[in-house]
């Protein structure tokens, strides 16, 4: 039985006509939106900041409302243009050039956005990551790309293994701090001399722009690579989806080492010219309701995990807080429990919009739109210009109602244009001309997608995307550790909780201390929401003959479930 339907709401949506948005639709008239359109070469540093900073009504506008514990800040276009244009030329002096990979990992701070932008002007390619990164996520990322330049902290420093990154030249240093070595470019003195003019490198659609490492089932993170033609689509599922005017006050809560805050964080805002939010440090409850409150936030583009929490946060905290500026409310990252919508109902008299895409695809694909109605438990709609489709493992479309892989035909502009190094795992996504995602879903009869799962082993814990390779390998290196195998099992508010099972060496007995070591070397090595939350100690872990670790099996175990085909399996 369908939940009940919740009706489009009323009001002025951007996208008020679906179907006929989707009628003759051409990607070639959201590109006359941008001036590039006229000079054939782009960039989107360009599009996103110094367009509306050349804007006499714009220059002076806020783009960057930043709050953090102990820190308050607020950045018009004007101020970010120039500053990343001090820090264009700060990358110019020590001879980055265009297409190569610079890396900032940096805490949620102004200075982010200022280094993001800088870098992108030179035409280097931008490689964000996230804050809660230990050595091995560091090391893996760093080699892989080859990046040539680092944008760090004196903190964080000491999680990047200098000594194995043979292509790491300088490392620019936000903050205070004692280095000396030439290696090292202090921010704030470098940015001091810097020209605030800057001629910015125009480049072709087609140039590497972002470059997210994400997780698959097997091997190390991948480089999922981005090109500046994406923004088309930031800007016009910032339109449809988002519902953006130019007098919002926007907020996305995902760090930018995630592609939801670069897509969606960075450029779907300041594409538009519209203010955003961003919030520091990690937030409880209150901290959420009190940056809608404080800034007026208007529209709000959240995760499962944040809304799960707050519902468990009960009325209370609700009823302490103002929030009649939110008129638009979304969500990504993981399936949106209908009983979630059906407290944003009654929490803040809003529909809660369920947006579906992934890493790979570089923005939104499936979603609800304010105009049409929310069937809850339903992704929605493909966005104008997007075929999507249920496949079978042939890349055959089958018939509504039938449960199968979640494709797309591929050729949309924000898709991923190589996998950064691995010409066969990008190869390997398409099949008969479709994109095929690893999730699998249905379409019902009126064209609305449903997400049932994910076809292969990777982890959605709170809304991150962990490959079980990554830590099975982790958890190796512990020496107490002699195989590993690692599973997503279901939770109520995390969606999946990682669960490790591990057999041990010789010498080692099974203890709470031990275990709780192991997991927190996995904590302080990989990184936090890499941690298994359960750790459990087999004999053996099941493998094929060919020795690959039967996770399917472990976790059919772990469920209670029947155990299917096991003919593979080792003795
Ligand atoms: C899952 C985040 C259900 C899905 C932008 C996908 C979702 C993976 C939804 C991508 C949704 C994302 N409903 N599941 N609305 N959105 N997912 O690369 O399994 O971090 O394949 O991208 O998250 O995660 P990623």
């Known amino acids: 039985m369908d939940m009940q339907r919740i009706p489009a709401r009323d009001g002025d949506h951007n996208l008020q006509n679906y179907e006929k948005a989707r009628e003759n639709f051409s990607w070639d008239d959201v590109k006359k939106n941008f001036s590039w359109n006229e000079t054939g070469k782009v960039n989107i540093a360009y599009e996103a900041i110094d367009r509306h900073a050349a804007d006499p009504n714009k220059k002076d506008k806020v783009a960057l409302l930043y709050s953090a514990p102990g820190r308050e800040e607020k950045m018009t276009f004007d101020e970010i243009s120039k500053q990343s244009n001090q820090f264009a030329n700060v990358l110019k002096k020590y001879d980055i050039e265009k297409g190569d990979r610079v890396f900032l990992f940096l805490p949620r701070s102004p200075e982010f956005y200022v280094t993001f932008f800088g870098i992108l002007k030179t035409g280097a390619i931008a490689g964000p990551l996230f804050e809660a990164f230990m050595e091995q996520a560091v090391r893996d990322r760093l080699q892989d790309s080859e990046a040539k330049m680092l944008i760090t902290t004196p903190e964080l420093l000491e999680r990047v293994p200098q000594e194995d990154l043979p292509d790491l030249e300088k490392i620019v240093l936000v903050g205070d701090h004692n280095e000396t070595s030439g290696k090292y470019i202090d921010f704030a003195s470098e940015m001091k001399d810097a020209s605030t003019d800057f001629d910015i490198e125009w480049v072709d659609l087609e140039d590497g722009m972002v470059i997210h490492y994400t997780s698959g089932s097997t091997g190390k993170p991948k480089g999922v690579y981005h090109v500046h033609n994406a923004m088309i689509q930031h800007y016009a599922t910032a339109e449809w989806v988002i519902d953006l005017k130019e007098d919002d006050v926007y907020w996305c809560t995902a760090d930018p080492g995630w592609v939801t805050g670069t897509s969606y964080g960075v450029f779907a805002p300041w594409l538009h010219g519209v203010t955003n939010v961003i919030r520091g440090g990690r937030f409880t409850p209150d901290d959420w309701y009190e940056t809608i409150d404080k800034h007026n936030v208007t529209v709000w583009y959240t995760a499962p995990t944040a809304l799960r929490k707050l519902v468990s946060a009960g009325e209370d905290v609700v009823r302490k807080y103002d929030f009649s500026s939110l008129r ?241 399996l080792e003795e």
């Open 328 to 568: 638009h409310v979304m969500s990504v990252g993981e399936p949106l429990n209908p009983e979630v919508i059906t407290w944003g109902l009654k929490a803040f008299d809003l529909r809660i919009h369920d947006t579906w895409w992934m890493t790979e695809t570089g923005a939104m694909l499936i979603v609800n739109y304010p105009s049409l109605e929310i069937r809850p438990g339903s992704m929605g709609k493909p966005i104008p210009g997007i075929d999507a489709s249920i496949v079978d493992n042939e890349g055959n479309e089958l018939p509504p109602n039938q449960m199968g892989n979640l494709a797309i035909r591929e050729g949309w502009p924000s898709m991923m244009r190589k996998i950064w190094k691995r010409p066969e795992k990008f190869e390997s996504y398409f099949i008969n001309g479709w994109y095929v995602s690893g999730d699998s879903a249905y379409k019902d009869e009126d064209g609305y997608f449903w997400f049932q799962g994910r076809l292969d082993d990777v982890i959605n814990t709170s809304g991150e995307r962990v490959g079980p390779f990554e830590v099975e390998s982790k958890l190796i290196e512990h020496p107490a550790v002699a195989e590993a195998g690692v599973i997503g099992k279901p939770d109520p508010e995390r969606g999946e909780i990682i669960k490790a099972f591990i057999t041990l060496n010789d010498g080692y007995e099974d203890s709470p201390e031990l275990l709780e070591e192991i997991r927190v070397f996995i904590k302080t090595g990989l990184a936090a929401h890499a941690a298994p939350r359960e750790i459990e100690v087999k004999d053996t872990i099941p493998k094929t003959r060919s020795g690959k670790i039967m996770r399917r099996l472990l976790k059919s175990w772990e469920l209670g479930l029947p155990t299917g085909d096991t003919s593979t």
